[in-house]
């Protein structure tokens, strides 16, 4: 199809504007070439210098799919099989229930261990967002922290998805122990290198020496503040990388694991890793099942949508692939807002030739922005206010003692006409919006007819 790109730098524009990013970088891969870069916004704010698609970001979780191509370039060369236990190769055994914990189920995130939280801990920890110190510097570090893990066993391996970032720590340590080299090495060796992603990096050292990187920043009711990057995070999310080099990642990916005649990857091991080998256990627009290393939606508008998200707080970004359409976006910014994974869904979907305003996280945002505000019964005798935080609307009743914020459950959504609940210990109590226009709507609560100030 004829893309018209203004259209999309127009919302990206919009995306960065209203989210209050610094800069977002957008990469857009459709068959077979790249066929769009740019950025929007500065990477470094003080000194007014702009991004550019190699400014270089830490692509956080995004990383977890590199490991997985490393896991399965060895079990390709038959060094490790996906189905051995993970500790035949590292000093911890992994056990759930006394059963063993499998390389298969490190990659899929069904070990039957919770998130132990060690990559939450170390980036509260070091951005001060809560009160808890853990200095975690290394892979070992993390094999330390995790000795006591049996107590925090929920489940059977293979029985249900819970995200571990400590699982892909674990898969580097089995990389290294395999290939005898550090794990950033085997990365840079035999993924990096070889699809030409040179400004692609692990180290602190690369980072200080690159004079185009993106500086990180946090996002507060006062602006941006200024920060420095994380390190200690390695294979679950530890790579940096760019808008240009991000996109060859995700063309070899559509292309089935090669690119100029270099193959990271067999068709089939790629294809093991795209499978849903497990379903998650909650509803997400842009994923419903986990892979090796990658999220998968088996029907995104009656295609397969594969990619990954992730965040380390001051970086996050997103990659999306549809490999039956050739067609692949990447985004990376420099401060955590607005979900990059409905940025690049949006973008997607217009790519398809569908309306993306049609989406239905696009239809409930514009509704939740109609719906903020102050609400009055007859003659101001009652008042109410519609507050909205996060992703959540909030029904506030307020007086001199202060205000009780109260939940709205989404139930039935139309053009005009919107019903939410309240969850009560007594039951549900229905909250209705009868909508004309922005500045006209009426709210039905209670006993109670408001209409918007």
């Known amino acids: 199809m004829d893309v018209d790109f203004d259209l999309i730098e127009r919302y990206i524009l919009k ?38 698609p190699e400014t270089s970001y830490c692509l956080g979780s995004v990383t977890k799919s590199f490991t997985a191509i490393a896991v399965m370039q060895l079990y390709e060369k038959g060094l490790l099989d996906l189905q051995d236990p993970v500790g035949k190769y590292v000093d911890l055994n992994l056990k759930a229930f006394d059963e063993e914990i499998t390389i298969h189920n490190l990659l899929t995130h069904t070990s039957g261990i919770p998130a132990l939280g060690y990559a939450e801990a170390l980036i509260d920890s070091y951005y001060g ?58 990365v840079r060796k035999n993924i990096l290198s070889k699809l030409g992603m ?54 070899t990916l559509i292309n089935r694991g090669s690119l100029n005649n270099e193959v990271i990857l067999s068709r089939e091991s790629l294809e093991i890793m795209e ?28 295609y397969k949508l594969i990619g990954h998200s992730g965040s380390v707080y001051v970086y996050t970004a997103y990659m999306g692939y549809i490999p039956s359409r050739k067609l692949g976006v990447v985004l990376l910014a420099n401060a955590s807002s607005k979900p990059l994974s409905l940025v690049g869904a949006y973008i997607l979907t217009y790519l398809l030739g569908e309306d993306p305003e049609k989406l239905p996280y696009v239809v409930l945002d514009r509704l939740y922005k109609k719906l903020e505000g102050t609400y009055e019964g007859y003659m101001k005798t009652v008042e109410l206010r519609i ?38 210990l007594a039951g549900k109590v229905p909250v209705e919006f009868f909508i004309k226009n922005e500045k006209d709507i009426i709210m039905i609560y209670e006993r109670y007819k408001l209409i918007k100030r």
């Not at 997400?284 to 892979?291: H, K, N, V």
């Open 275 to 302: 499978q849903p080998h497990v379903k998650l256990p909650y509803e997400s627009f842009t994923s419903d099942a986990y892979g090796y290393g990658l999220t998968v939606k088996e029907n995104f508008l009656g």
């Open 198 to 251: 040179s400004r692609s990096y692990f180290s602190i050292a690369d980072y200080l020496n690159d004079g185009n990187k993106a500086t990180p920043y946090i996002i507060t009711k006062d602006g941006l503040k200024l920060t420095k990057p994380i390190f200690g995070i390695t294979a679950d999310g530890g790579l940096f990388s760019n808008a240009s080099d991000l996109s060859k990642y995700v063309l």
């Open 129 to 186: 967002i809560r009160d808890v110190w853990l200095p975690i510097t290394s892979p070992d570090d993390v094999l330390t922290f995790m000795k006591d893990y049996e107590r925090w066993v929920m489940y059977k391996p293979g029985l249900r998805w819970f995200y571990l970032n400590e699982g892909y720590v674990i898969l580097g340590k089995v990389i290294e122990k395999v290939s005898k080299i550090s794990y950033e090495e085997y």
């Open 15 to 52: 995306v960065v504007a209203e989210g209050r990013f610094p800069s977002i970088s957008l990469g857009i891969v459709e068959d077979g070439v790249i066929k769009y870069l740019r950025s929007f916004g500065f990477r470094d704010v003080e000194s007014s210098l702009p991004a550019t």
């Open 387 to 424: 507050r909205r935080s996060g992703d959540t609307l909030f029904l506030v009743e307020k007086d001199k003692e202060g205000e009780t914020l109260t939940p709205l459950i989404p139930h039935k959504i139309e053009e005009n006409y919107a019903l939410f609940h309240i969850l009560t």
